[in-house]
C-alpha cells in the first residue's frame, strides 16, 4: 500500500533510530519499473558473498537479514507502481540474541534510484528527498552547439533530455561566401531554439509540481533564447534566473543549480511571505475566514472548512501530524513555515498553528 507523506515520515524516523552493532542493516531500493526478479537475483549473490564474513554473528545477522527479504520479494509478480524500499537487520537490544525484522515502504512518489547497501544505520536519504519535494524547477543548460534539459527535484538534478544542434563550427566550407555560411548558421540555431522550446513545452507545460526555471549558458545565446520568445508566454513567465554558465551538459546542470542557490533560497521565501500575508489580511479584514492556535483550526477542519492549514516549523510534531492527516482527509493544502521571515516570527510568536478557510463555519 502506497504510504502518504505523513506515514513516510514517520517510518523515516521510525528506521533512523536504529544502528546496527557492525555493517550488518540492508537497505535495498527497487526502482519503479524495475523487474523484482532481477533484484532477487542479485540479493541471491550477495548471500553467497556474505558467506565470507569473518565474524560468526555478523555473517548469521546479514544472511537471515537478506533472506528475509528474499523471501518477501519471492511472493510478489512484479514491482509496485512507485517501486520498494525495503529494510532488515538485528535490532535486538541484548547482546547474543537476535531479532531480524523487515520493513517494506511503497513511498508516495515513484523511487528514481536502485540501491543495496549493507551498513551500521539504513540509508533513508532518497525516502527523506520524497518528504522534501512538493515542487520542482526546471533546469537548461544550452549553447549554440547543445542543450540538456533537466529538472531539480529537492536536491537531486535529473538529466531529462540531451539535445545537438548540427550548427557547423566556424571553419566555412570550401568556396562558401561567409554571408551565405552565416545566413546557414544562423538558420539552423533559430531551428534549435524551437526544438528546444518545443521539448520545454513538452516536459513541463502541464506540470503542476512546476514551480520555476532556471536557464544557464553562454551570455549571447541564452539572452538571445530568451529574448527571442521562443518559450510558450506561460513557460516564459516562469523563468526566474537566467546565469551565465560555461558547460552545456550534465556539470553546466549542477553548475546552474549551485550559482541559482540565492534564487532558490528567495523563491522559498517569496512563497512563505505570499501565504502568511494572505493569512493575516484575512485575520485583521475576514476574521470570519481564518483561524489563529489549535482548538479554533481543528474545529474548522472537523467542518471542513480549511483552505490551506498553516502550521509553524517547530509545531511541535505530535499535534502537527494530527492536523496534516485531518488537514489530507479534506483535501485542504498544509504549509509549513520558516522562522526565517519577520512574518514567519510573528506566525510562530502568535501560536504557529492557523489556517485561511474555505468558507465561514460559525
Not at 537471515?64 to 529494510?87: S, Y
Request: contains cysteine; charged residues 30%; positive net charge.
Amino acid at each position: 500500500m502506497i504510504l502518504t507523506k505523513d506515514e513516510l515520515e514517520e517510518k523515516v524516523e521510525e528506521l533512523n533510530k536504529y544502528r546496527g552493532r557492525h555493517t550488518e542493516l540492508i537497505s535495498v531500493y527497487i526502482s519503479a519499473g524495475y523487474d523484482v526478479n532481477a533484484v532477487q537475483r542479485q540479493l541471491g549473490a550477495e548471500t553467497s558473498t556474505a558467506k565470507n564474513i569473518k565474524s560468526t554473528a555478523t555473517r548469521k545477522n546479514v544472511i537471515d537479514a537478506l533472506e528475509k527479504i528474499i523471501r518477501h520479494l519471492k511472493g510478489m509478480k512484479k514491482t509496485p507502481k512507485n517501486g520498494l524500499a525495503l529494510f532488515s537487520g538485528d535490532v535486538s537490544k541484548s547482546e547474543g540474541q537476535q531479532d531480524i525484522q523487515l520493513w517494506t515502504i511503497e513511498p508516495p512518489m515513484p523511487l528514481k534510484v536502485r540501491l543495496y547497501r549493507c551498513d551500521k544505520e539504513f540509508v533513508l536519504e532518497p525516502l527523506r528527498e520524497q518528504l522534501e519535494v512538493s515542487e520542482i524547477f526546471g533546469l537548461l543548460v544550452m549553447d549554440r552547439k547543445e542543450a540538456t534539459i533537466g529538472a531539480l527535484e529537492g536536491k537531486r538534478i535529473e538529466v531529462i533530455q540531451k539535445m545537438t544542434s548540427g550548427v557547423p563550427s566556424k571553419v566555412r566550407a570550401g568556396g562558401q561566401s561567409s554571408q551565405r555560411f552565416h545566413r546557414i548558421t544562423e538558420g539552423l540555431t533559430k531551428d534549435f531554439y524551437k526544438r528546444i522550446a518545443d521539448q520545454m513545452k513538452k516536459i513541463f507545460y502541464d506540470n503542476p509540481k512546476l514551480k520555476g526555471i532556471l536557464i544557464g549558458g553562454p551570455i549571447p545565446t541564452k539572452d538571445e533564447f530568451l529574448d527571442g520568445e521562443y518559450l510558450p508566454t506561460k513557460l516564459q513567465g516562469k523563468v526566474i534566473g537566467r546565469l551565465d554558465i560555461g558547460g552545456s551538459d550534465e556539470s553546466g546542470l549542477k553548475e546552474l543549480v549551485q550559482k541559482s542557490q540565492q534564487i532558490l533560497a528567495d523563491q522559498e521565501v517569496m512563497h512563505e511571505k505570499k501565504i502568511l500575508e494572505k493569512f493575516f489580511k484575512n485575520l485583521g479584514e475576514k476574521p470570519d475566514l481564518a483561524t489563529l492556535k489549535e482548538p479554533d483550526t481543528k474545529t474548522a477542519l472537523r467542518y471542513g472548512a480549511v483552505e490551506t492549514l498553516i502550521l509553524s516549523k517547530d509545531t511541535d510534531k505530535k499535534i502537527a501530524k494530527e492536523l496534516k492527516k485531518m488537514a489530507e482527509n479534506i483535501s485542504s493544502e498544509v504549509e509549513i513555515v520558516s522562522l526565517d521571515t519577520e512574518e514567519g516570527q510573528q506566525f510562530k510568536n502568535l501560536g504557529g498553528i492557523g489556517a485561511i478557510l474555505r468558507f465561514k463555519h460559525k
